[in-house]
């Protein structure tokens, strides 16, 4: 095996939803999809593409100039900082955009600060570029995630080059709040970091809480590379369209690193995308708030057990450690016992966890959701 791949991994995922395989009766909370259907115009969209000449073809390399536009509009009203098309770059999904951005700004033995708990293809696309991920706690206070802002500082060193954040996160539905946003700049400004913003489901936000993005705060637009997708809000995920925005310089680096991993992505997505992206902010609604009623769900089933509410996204975290179970172990014994497909956590960040086991609510129906927690009785004695 080379060296790269040493510290590395198998996804636990995949494993979990081959072990489950087509069996209708187990509760299929592993993996991200969502029921939900994309946008009914950029459905009919991309299926117009399928005839075009314009979108059967390589160019232009960095995406459509429409796409790239409607990424530097829904920035510049996010942000209130001008966005040209030309700070943008299009990508296979945002997982491509991590790896490019990962690529432009770090070299290797360059250290990255990521959360802990967080998701593990950020963790290892670190580790892919050569980079040392770092990480800073995430504790639970009055239910819910927050940031450990010592514990960031203290992460911090002289080979850090990036914060590489996701908001809300991802496994575990953490939000950061106005205070940990102001401690994340104020290290950036001081250190002069790169903040890597990892803004897939940013607008995926419960109890109506407000999405705020980083770039909007004093000093830190010039510092800012935002990775966004269409797979999570717009329920686009086979489409596998993404976008890296930031300041002209290093997008410049960006598009080297993404044609000479890629290429281009697909024109026929992309004409889909830029549909999606289209749509009023109220589209979002529906599906917003079908996703929180299915976290109350899932939260009702877990009531008096260690799980930590999310604020945001389309999953959350049960402590299983709490129980007396790592999380591999407690993630065999839902699939065996109570025919639950869960993700262990194990990987997913550094000291906490493997006391985790991840709860996706996005794709089953709450009827089906409150099956849990029966099911959780069979296989954990909860």
């Known amino acids: 095996m080379v060296r790269r791949l040493v510290d590395i991994p198998g996804f636990s995922i995949d494993r979990v939803a081959e072990a489950a395989g087509d069996d209708p009766e187990v509760l299929r909370l592993e993996n991200l999809d969502s029921d939900l259907p994309p946008p009914p115009r950029a459905l009919a969209v991309t299926r117009a593409a399928l005839e075009s000449e314009a979108a059967n073809s390589y160019l232009p390399f960095t995406g459509t100039v429409a796409l790239r536009s409607a990424v530097a509009e829904r920035l510049r009203r996010q942000t209130g900082h001008p ?4 700070d943008v770059v299009i990508t296979c999904g945002g997982t491509e955009g991590m790896f490019d951005a990962l690529l432009a700004v770090t070299d290797p033995g360059d250290e990255v600060l990521l959360t802990d708990p967080t ?22 206070e009055r239910g819910e995630w ?3 802002v010592e514990g960031l500082r203290a992460a911090v060193s002289e080979r850090t080059r990036a914060v590489f954040f996701m908001n809300p996160s991802m496994p575990s539905g953490a939000l950061l ?32 809480r407000a999405c705020a993005h980083p770039a909007a705060l004093p000093g830190m637009a010039e510092r800012t590379i935002t990775i966004g997708s269409v797979s999570k809000e717009y329920r686009m995920i086979g489409w596998r369209i993404g976008w890296v925005a930031g300041p002209p ?10 044609v000479y991993n890629v290429v281009t992505a697909t024109g026929i997505a992309q004409a889909g995308a830029a549909a999606a992206l289209a749509e009023p902010a109220s589209e979002l609604a529906p599906y917003l708030a079908e996703w929180q009623r299915r976290r109350d769900a899932l939260l009702g089933q877990l009531e008096g057990l260690p799980a930590v509410r999310p604020a945001g996204g389309w999953s959350l975290l049960l402590d299983v450690g709490a129980m007396g179970f790592d999380s591999r172990t407690a993630s065999r014994l839902l699939l065996e016992r109570g ?6 956590m194990r990987d997913w960040g550094s000291e906490s966890s493997d006391r985790f086991v991840r709860l996706v609510f996005s794709r089953e129906p709450v009827a089906r959701l409150a099956q849990l927690r029966a099911r959780l009785e069979r296989a954990l004695g909860a």
């Open 339 to 344: 025919r639950v497909a869960a993700t262990p």
């Open 177 to 208: 709040d106005a205070s940990e946003w102001d401690a994340i700049a104020a290290l950036c400004r001081e250190r002069s970091l790169w903040l890597l913003y990892n803004a897939a489901m940013e607008r995926i936000l419960f109890d109506g």
């Open 146 to 148: 927050r940031l450990d």
């Open 119 to 140: 998701y593990a293809g950020m963790v290892n696309r670190v580790r892919l570029a050569g980079a040392v991920p770092r990480f800073a706690p995430l504790v639970v």
């Open 83 to 86: 966005y040209d098309p030309n």
């Open 249 to 258: 310089a290093i997008l410049r680096d960006v598009a080297r690193v993404h």
